[in-house]
């Protein structure tokens, strides 16, 4: 709008030297090659697993989805987080949600590929933004921008899809908030330009209000946008025309401006903050207090300006850098980065591109000093500081190389040689290989956290180990061998201890791991770690002394039933969590016991349909509600009991399930197998075969072998009780006859 007004006041005789060719080539088209550098630097990360902590952001979506209907849990997500906890990024785990839906655990790909369209997005409308920024600095008598419509925002932008640094986030299913924020944050910042610099009411008000959306929608992605009408301010005062005076600009645009000052008022009523200090789950190591964590902060600040400029040796999660002891020579180094971007504020304030890039990196260090996130020490948070640092070095070397002098009032644009923006380009060619370098080594946990381990640290061997146990399968092996390495270098590795757990328990070893998971419970309460690494060693014992049967006190069952709600909290697609739980209700012996735990086994198996473990608790819980619609469920499930362990208690319930199902012949024929392996029947096992004989139509023989189960226990009709609400199903075979009554007798006695 503003541009093409421009064009009609241009006459042959005012009309100052444009650079050519070079101005003429439509945005479209850098547009395009931007998704192609971007496609090129990142492509190979389609193909990229899981990595650290993203199984653990990505499971609590198969426990919503479910519960509920297709689509249902992307509103559960949006309705309860949304305006419950808008810090809490509930856009950005609504967008893992809908990947949930499409792809499932078993397709990183879909979680990666959303995480490259949000970026080739981002960077994309970045380059809208500045070219239209462009146009108005332009039209406010900065000339000089005539010559580097295009150029600047390309450049810029190119630079920063091609760092490797951007690796940390595109490639990290977990760091994509800061992906979706940069979007939104380019998209609001955009649609406010437009609107404020429209020349018809209608498309300032529909751009505006667009723009005010974009910003309420942006703060569920992460607290960076709070900063978005500081930006929207700065970059409308840097716009001005430079023959209006202060005054007069004011009062032109008192309404734009003072419905982006109501719209930053209203932020702090609108959202609930958390000021609580973050955890350091990833490693294990002790929680951080404020002096550590700004000292944390400013050390990874000064090694990412640094891998910046030189992009080598890049780290994840480099466990050298975490500090609690206080201010040290990295960290100095952080406050004098941050000090020079503030002077440089005032001495770029005539080169509006470069100050742009000074103020978007400083932005986007706020969130990370001031609102403290679950984790710290991660590249993925200086996400939009990179991009600022890319705008600041792309502005600065275009000038050098083209020779432009930028004046206070005009300068005639000269354009730029082909040998110059060759040269340019060489460096964001080199950074797209390094990239594509840098992708591949989030292959897997072992290509990113192997380099690590070479430096012998034990807190990433130990995490090592916990992620080989947590992905399964042959990789239990080397997490056993790991964990081990790491128990060798320190006795108090929290993670060591949770990766033997979890091995130990594959083994079936769960005395052991009932012993690795309370030592790390004991080591997490010690050092005050993560809740997170607390609710994984809880579980860890709840479901290690279901499977030891330990369930007989009052007090075990309180214990259990607890670790199992917080093994649940952290971990709610672990099946075996919900089985611990269940288990815990229906030992408490309750009226209603029975058939909460079967709800609870129900919710459970959902996640482990294959796991034999369920089968017994599954059956004697469904026979113990009295529920007709339960007894086909509790057959099957007795059934593969005694399939997969032939013993006597599994045989005594294989045969009541069939009495309770009504397979009268059935039954009788697992109670003879049960009389032929057993030196004394139970007086379980004689009731069982009192209600054969009743339900066979015997009612004589029903009621010598209740006496003999009397005989036995006689408060056996109290503790076992039998329901028959099924009718017996017809047989070709009624007059089936279970063990003879003296032999009964016989091994009675």
């Not at 419905?259 to 000021?275: E, G, N, R, Y």
């Not at 083994?507 to 997490?524: G, H, P, S, V």
């Not at 059935?666 to 032929?676: C, T, V």
Request: aromatic fraction near 12%; include cysteine.
């Amino acid at each position: 709008m503003v541009f093409k007004k421009a064009k009609k006041q241009t006459n042959t005789t005012t009309a100052k030297p444009q650079p050519g060719w070079k101005v003429r080539i439509r945005p479209a088209l850098f547009a395009s090659l931007l998704l192609l550098s971007v496609s090129i630097s990142h492509c190979t990360a389609i193909w990229n697993d899981f990595v650290l902590d993203d199984r653990f952001n990505v499971r609590p979506f198969g426990a919503v989805s479910v519960k509920r209907e297709k689509w249902e849990p992307i509103w559960y997500e949006l309705y309860t987080d949304a305006f419950m906890k808008p810090l809490s990024e509930p856009l950005t785990r609504l967008t893992m949600a809908i990947d949930y839906q499409s792809g499932h655990m078993e397709a990183p790909g879909v979680y990666h590929a959303t995480n490259l369209l949000f970026t080739a997005l981002g960077i994309i409308v970045a380059f809208f933004l500045l070219h239209n920024f462009a146009l108005v600095l332009a039209e406010s008598g900065f000339v000089a921008y005539r010559g580097f419509l295009n150029f600047v925002p390309l450049f810029a932008c190119a630079l920063f899809a091609a760092h490797p640094l951007s690796s940390e986030a595109v490639c990290y299913i977990s760091g994509r908030a800061p992906v979706l924020c940069f979007f939104l944050y380019m998209s609001a910042c955009l649609a406010y330009l437009k609107g404020f610099h429209a020349k018809t009411v209608s498309a300032s008000v529909g751009y505006s209000l667009a723009a005010y959306l974009l910003i309420v929608v942006s703060l569920f992605s992460s607290a960076t946008a709070l900063s978005l009408p500081l930006t929207m301010l700065v970059m409308t005062l840097m716009g001005k025309p430079r023959q209006t005076n202060w005054k007069t600009f004011f009062y032109e645009r008192s309404y734009e401006l003072g419905s982006l000052l109501l719209v930053a008022l209203a932020l702090p009523f609108i959202l609930k903050l958390d000021h609580r200090l973050p955890d350091v789950f990833t490693l294990g190591l002790p929680n951080l207090d404020w002096l550590g964590y700004f000292t944390t902060e400013l050390k990874v600040l000064a090694y990412l300006v640094k891998s910046f400029i030189l992009p080598f040796g890049l780290t994840v999660y480099p466990a050298q850098l975490f500090s609690s002891s206080g201010f040290d020579l990295a960290a100095s180094a952080g406050v004098a980065i941050i000090a020079l971007a503030l002077f440089s504020l005032y001495f770029l304030r005539n080169k509006p591109f470069s100050f742009l890039g000074s103020y978007l990196f400083l932005i986007g260090l706020l969130p990370q000093l001031l609102l403290p996130a679950t984790t710290c020490g991660e590249g993925t948070r200086f996400f939009f500081s990179l991009f600022g640092l890319s705008l600041l070095l792309s502005d600065t070397v275009l000038i050098r190389l083209g020779h432009i002098k930028m004046d206070d009032i005009e300068v005639a644009a000269t354009g730029y040689s082909k040998k110059y923006l060759a040269l340019a380009s060489l460096p964001i060619l080199l950074l797209s290989g390094f990239s594509i370098w840098r992708d591949r080594a989030y292959a897997n946990n072992e290509t990113l956290l192997s380099p690590i381990k070479k430096e012998q640290d034990p807190y990433t061997t130990a995490l090592l180990a916990f992620h080989h146990t947590l992905d399964g399968g042959v990789k239990l092996p080397l997490g056993r061998d790991e964990a081990q390495l790491a128990l060798s270098k320190s006795q108090e590795l929290p993670l060591a201890y949770l990766a033997m757990g979890n091995f130990q328990q594959s083994a079936r070893d769960f005395q052991a791991a009932l012993f690795d998971y309370e030592k790390t419970l004991e080591l997490a309460e010690k050092f005050k770690l993560s809740d997170r690494i607390k609710g994984f060693a809880r579980g860890g014992i709840a479901r290690s002394m279901t499977m030891l049967d330990k369930l007989k006190t009052k007090e075990d069952i309180a214990k259990v039933k607890e670790c199992a709600l917080d093994g649940i909290k952290w971990e709610p697609t672990t099946a075996r969590n919900y089985l611990a739980y269940g288990s815990a209700i229906f030992a408490e012996g309750k009226p209603e016991s029975p058939e909460l735990a079967c709800k609870q086994f129900d919710y459970g198996r959902r996640f482990d349909l294959n796991d034999p473990e369920f089968a017994f608790p599954v059956a004697l819980a469904a026979l113990s509600t009295g529920y007709k619609e339960r007894m086909e469920q509790a057959y099957g499930a007795a059934k593969l009991a005694y399939r997969l362990h032939n013993t006597e208690a599994t045989r005594l319930l294989f045969a009541r399930a069939a009495l309770e199902s009504g397979r009268i012949n059935k039954g009788f024929e697992i109670m003879s197998m049960y009389w032929d392996n057993v030196e004394s029947p139970s007086a379980e096992a004689l009731l069982i075969l009192s209600a054969l004989e009743k339900q066979n139509g015997r009612p004589q023989a029903a009621e010598e072998y209740r006496k003999l189960a009397l005989e036995r226990d006689a408060d056996i009709e109290r503790k076992f009780k039998l329901f028959l609400v099924v009718p017996p199903k017809p047989s070709k075979d009624l007059d089936n006859e279970g063990p003879n009554e003296l032999v009964v007798k016989k091994k009675l006695k």
